[in-house]
């Protein structure tokens, strides 16, 4: 796959400026280019919420980052974790004596750095609260929940926990509420196609014309298993079918659904994704509150889709609604 | 008597695993492309690339701020798990030498201890989890061993890379239990864990000229 | 590259299935599924606008169909104009006695069955009017303006036109507004790689590992000149230039731009080209008021970008701030 | 005596068009893949698969009605450039036949001035532009002439194939100057045009089998 590129050690850097000269009146940056928070943050007596990883999947993570969501982000290289001191930064600039919740996905160097954060604002007074993300049903089997990953779910994760700080919820209910919404949110996904990390220069798993991956990561791992590259029917309802038996809806429940792209799957393909996965939840008596159908976590330029499910009640519905605009996400 | 292991000897140490981590970038990558995200050589060599001028441009006087600031810097330059281990490494290594501009090999054996308990904290990883620490413990083990023995630091180095390699070999065969290797499961198995052999490239480049001649050129 | 698909024979009406499942509040049909208009169509007393084109390029066109945008739109298969009657169908379902536009790209086969659609509007006294999109720079020189083909600028001009229609304007008054709008907007574009027709199962063109094709078409049809592979810099710096040289704006005009991705390459690299463009403008004098980064017309799942100019005045600004939400755009 | 062509003939000869079109999917294609969008393969095979029926199921009693709903399907079934002045041409040609329920070699001749015409006033293409045209404008004048010179139907679709042929020969060094392949530019020189193929295509499935046995089987 060719990337339109410049010297890749700067890809990151050069990515973030234009986004920011792209969206002056949304977005600023603290001590570093890589801290990337709200034009009008902090937000006195708002519960702060900050996030951070790899880049390469926009609009995860900065994408976020706005009205009604996201206060701050840590922003790292290409699949790597952004560092310590990074999240030190956002967190001080976004602090506005709420306190401030975490919320990002469940990945080794992602957890070691923002503990080491977490560390060191306490030793400066701000509370800091963590929200892991571990959605992904195809990283662990339900006995293992604990050790999943966190993937497009998030996006879901950021959208409640925005909308009740937002609207005056304390630290302790903000965190509550978003940890309600992780219980009921699962992400299933296939790859078709692997990406390239610019630095590496060559993609990071290869995959034959007629084959799939099955649960892959958001960063080019390779998922659990290989197989046939089925039909968009099949592979809708094989996702469908994993997220339902771990997630154990009853009957009646509504669903926000999402069906993400990777990157270079076309919006058309998702549609046709959606159409089976709404007639298999209608079979069950489950009905599509709201659904989302677009690139909201990519992973460059690889193929392929992932589904999310979401069970809401009347508060998630209240929280799901509320507006938000980002410079990825506008909702009113 | 004693052998007395100076501060450029320790500067001079740090760059040749620089410069080992950057020289192996193409391997390790390999390595993490295979059952992780293909990052590992790409961010150690950032931090090489980080700690060659550090060594260069900090006088290591006092050798724990020297070590925990090359944690730092390492954590600046890349802040992946792998990235992330070896910055806490440098740190814990500097914490039991604060203040001392000179080290014995006792001194050697405490910061092997504190990067093994280190990792460990930082990661939670166990033994057997086929993570780094299948490589660090037992060279841990078979380095306070070994001074514990009084063989030469030479030997004590061989016989810590020796457990290291050996560490390495033990956990190939094994399913990964830890980080994002966890999640391609059974495909693991077979497979060289990328912070193993990322452990044995630094290890190597630490005793590489032989410890033994270290003395002479201190 | 890989799809998800079922029998490719179903691509578009499985895609408009899945759509209309997905955004039940927002869009219907008439007649026929690949008519899609606004629930709320026909909006007594407003000019309605209708378009259609190929499908494979969502948002184009149907995408823009809601609230502040477009009224209907008729859709073709992969890459291939609607028919006559589709459009005579959509006409009939949002003519709200104020007249129709019909705003779309310039190709042959459009333009033939739109000036079929319009023999028969006109039939029944639906009056409608037509306005061509013809920003590709690209496509031909200057003095032959006429035979360029429609791009992505035609979203620019479905928001202008949209916010003139909603805001009351007459069928005179959104044509001119539209024409006024096309005539400050020119697009620019490279590929990378093609892509595929579902039905044809092969690639469109072949095209090396290190080459790119100046000028492609959004339908995958070759472009002016292939070429070595150029940085992003490198790349901006040449579109910028071209579309320049001909839109020829004045120090101190104020611009919209719009970045947009064909398909796989990442919003990254989009980012890093806007990053160029908005330092080589700032450095002619030009202004960005409003910058768009994203995908607003696909080719599947092409690599490659387009860069557009749009020269506004305060009357543009106005409509451009409008608010409009459809399924793909939503402005606030 | 005047060879005299039935409705079931006519509605044979558009299954064999029909067919054609779905035999040649890929040539075409290929074809318009070197200076278009590549759909023209398909878009003539979904108006074969239409038309395959509809001459099946449709009584050639009035062929003016016959054809002019063959052209509404065919538009219906695939609305790209070469679709929409296949549709036009049936449509055109059903036109000066109306109420006809066979026809004279004149007619044909009539029927092959309205879809040149017809072509020229949908596409406002002219001959030398490199389009459909340059097939369709010679074919028809040497039909003309030779039907004016009494030859028989099957001499004058030879001429007209023939003619046809020497059109597509002709353009083929030119810039195409219409629709999408003249975006292309310079890269459209030596290449075939598509539309030009597609009526060598039909033509010859028109006079296939040679129409010398038109009248033996009417
Ligand atoms: N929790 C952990 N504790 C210790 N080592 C770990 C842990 N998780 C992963 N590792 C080690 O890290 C290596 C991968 O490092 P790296 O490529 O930097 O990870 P990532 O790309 O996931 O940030 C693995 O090969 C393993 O040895
Ligand atoms: N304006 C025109 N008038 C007549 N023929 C045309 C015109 N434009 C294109 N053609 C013919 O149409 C052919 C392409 O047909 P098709 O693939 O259906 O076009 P498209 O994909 O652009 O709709 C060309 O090879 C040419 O012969
Ligand atoms: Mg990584
Ligand atoms: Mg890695
Ligand atoms: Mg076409
Ligand atoms: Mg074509």
New binding site residues.
Partial sequence: MKKILNNPENFVTEMLDGLLKAHPDQLTYTEDIHCIVRTDSPIEGKVALATGGGSGHLPVFLGYVGKGMLDGCAVGDV???PGAEQMLWVTQRIHGGAGVVYIYGN????V?NFDMATEMAEFEDIEVRTVLVKDDVASAPPEEAERRRGVVGMVFAFKIAGAKADRGGSLDEVVAVTEKALANIRTMGVALSPCTVPMAGKPTFSIGEDEMEIGMGI?G?PGMKREKLQSADEISERMTTAILDDLQPQEGDRLAVMVNGLGATPPEELYIIYRKVHELLAKRGLSVYRAYVGEYATSMEMAGASLTFFRLDDEMIELLDYPARTPFFTQI | MTTLISGQAVARALSRVSQALIEQKETLTS??QA??????GI??TKIGNALLPYCADTAPDDLGKFLIGAGMTANRA?P??????LATALMRAGKVIKGKSELTPQDLADMFAAVDTG??E????KPG??????AVHPANEAFAQAIAAGVTLAEAGAKALQAAKNGLDNVTPLR?K?????WVGERTKGKV???????VVMLSAIIEPPSASYSQTI
């Fill in positions: 699949f790597a974790s990945y080794g160097g992602d070691m960063h791992e | 390595l993490d059952m992780g995200d293909g990052d590992m961010t150690l890349g992946s798990t792998m990235g992330t281990l990792i460990q930082r990661g939670k990883a989890d086929k993570t780094i620490v299948d990964s830890m980080g994002r290797a966890s864990d990328p912070g193993c052999a990322a452990f």
